[in-house]
Structure formats: C-alpha cells, structure tokens
Nanobody
Framework: QVSLKESGGGLVQAGGSLNLSCAAP????????MAWFSQAPEKEREGVSC????????IYADSVKGRFTIFRDNEKNTVLLQMNSLEVADTAMYYC???????????????????WGQGTQVTVSS
C-alpha cells in the first residue's frame, strides 16, 4: 500500500509564505509525475502545479504563477511546493498526488493520478 504524506500547511496572513512537503517513501518516486491539487469547500478541485518525473518540466495554474514554485528530490522521494505572497483565495486543502503524467492536472482532473495524499490545510487570513 502506497501512501503520500503532506505536511507544512497552516494559518498564515496574506502576503506570507508556506512550504508544503510531500513524502512518498514507498513509491518508485522517479517513475511518477508529482502534482499538487487544491480544493476549497463547495468548490471544484483545482490543479495547482505539476512536475515531471525528472523535474524537467514544471506546470502552474495561472493564479499561482510567479508566487508558487514546485521542486522535487528524487533521492529523498519528496516534492515541495514553495508558496509565497499568499492570498486569501489560496485558502484550501492541498493534496499531493503521484500521477503517470501531468496531463489534465491543470484542469483539476485526477484521471491520471495513481496515489493521493490525505491533504494539508492552508488557511490565509486577511
């Protein structure tokens, strides 16, 4: 059984920063694209970012470009989402996902996702 574990969420004021981490110790990590999704109550799931297996390509939602950065460390089976200049609209549960491809992630679709994390809450206050 493969599980992904997110950490780093919390409450922060607008303009602040958080770093989200996702650990996947049971995964053949470098065989997967890694993605971050978000979902706020009563809203559709959104794709936030995705990184290909070797880190060669990084994809971001328009709403977070220039503010968020995704990294991965294949030797440590870890993916990081650096979140800067946080806005109230960023408030959501953030989910780490291991996928066979980054395709469809920015559409909020999980059709290529093979493993999901339980999520970590990010709350941005004004």
């Amino acid at each position: 059984q493969v599980s992904l574990k997110e950490s780093g969420g919390g409450l922060v004021q607008a303009g602040g920063s958080l770093n989200l981490s996702c650990a996947a110790p049971e995964l053949h990590f470098d065989e997967y694209a890694m993605a971050w999704f978000s979902q706020a109550p009563e809203k559709e799931r959104e794709g936030v970012s995705c990184i290909t297996w070797n880190g060669d390509e990084k994809i971001y939602a328009d709403s977070v470009k220039g503010r968020f950065t995704i990294f991965r460390d294949n030797e440590k089976n870890t993916v990081l989402l650096q979140m800067n200049s946080l806005e109230v609209a960023d408030t959501a549960m953030y989910y780490c996902a291991a996928a066979s491809t980054c395709l469809d992630v920015m559409e909020g679709l999980g059709n290529w996702v093979e493993h999901w994390g339980q999520g970590t809450q990010v709350t941005v206050s004004s």
